[in-house]
T-cell receptor, first 112, second 118 residues
Framework: RKEVEQDPGPFNVPEGATVAFNCTYS??????FFWYRQDCRKEPKLLMS???SGNEDGRFTAQLNRASQYISLLIRDSKLSDSATYLC?????????????FGTGTRLKVLA | DGGITQSPKYLFRKEGQNVTLSCEQN?????MYWYRQDPGQGLRLIYY???????QKGDIAEGYSVSREKKESFPLTVTSAQKNPTAFYLC?????????????????FGPGTRLTVL
């Protein structure tokens, strides 16, 4: 089982739709959680950190479920500019140290 | 403007040559990291450094070497021993060293270097 797993997609959605991605992680001792956005052939950019209480930033909402070991990202009112790959990142204790473990990403295409 | 710079953006190398990728940050971050990204795969950690003059191997360190002589700089050398070096290389930094990590210690990435071996 991979340490961090994401559905690769692609998710093709019309403009204005609401879309949700999940990401599961294997280590219950994981410490912190993030969503990054990566555009084609560019570097990942931090979208939002994911806090235990859940957090919202405009159209984006992130949730953490420690009991079931997953995090989620909800995007409301999708825009064409939201088309990108969304990476789930978990800071977890593995192989004797903390590491950032990256999912392979979920591709989102917002269609006009 | 604070940030992370990487150079060059594109690099072509002949088989058997060593090349060095530059990474500089002016964020005053303690920790720096090198990753490679291949199509359809997540980022994989090559090396990381939590403090000047110290660095540790990541998951795929074979065929690579690094140095951390200054806080701002963490160059990566791809040696001829790396069997499959063609990839997108990303440098990142975070404010705190991993072993001193507080709950949220985000990583920030440079723009990357695309290395192609001819």
């Amino acid at each position: 089982r991979k340490e961090v797993e994401q559905d690769p997609g692609p998710f093709n959605v019309p403009e204005g739709a609401t879309v949700a991605f999940n990401c599961t992680y294997s280590n219950s001792a994981s410490q912190s959680f993030f969503w990054y956005r990566q555009d084609c052939r560019k570097e990942p950019k931090l979208l939002m950190s994911v806090y235990s209480s859940g957090n919202e930033d405009g159209r984006f909402t992130a949730q953490l479920n420690r009991a079931s070991q997953y995090i989620s990202l909800l995007i409301r009112d999708s825009k064409l500019s939201d088309s990108a790959t969304y990476l789930c990142v978990v800071n977890m204790w593995t192989s004797g140290t903390y590491k950032y473990i990256f999912g392979t990403g979920t591709r989102l295409k917002v269609l006009a | 403007d604070g940030g992370i710079t990487q150079s060059p953006k594109y690099l072509f190398r002949k088989e058997g040559q060593n090349v060095t990728l530059s990474c500089e940050q002016n964020l005053n971050h303690d920790a720096m990291y090198w990753y490679r990204q291949d199509p359809g795969q997540g980022l994989r950690l090559i090396y990381y450094s939590q403090i000047v003059n110290d660095f540790q191997k990541g998951d795929i360190a074979e065929g690579y070497s690094v140095s951390r002589e200054k806080k701002e700089s963490f160059p990566l050398t791809v040696t001829s021993a790396q069997k499959n070096p063609t990839a997108f290389y990303l440098c990142a930094s975070s404010e705190l060293a991993l072993m001193r990590v507080s709950s949220y210690n985000e990583q920030f990435f440079g723009p990357g270097t695309r290395l192609t071996v001819l």
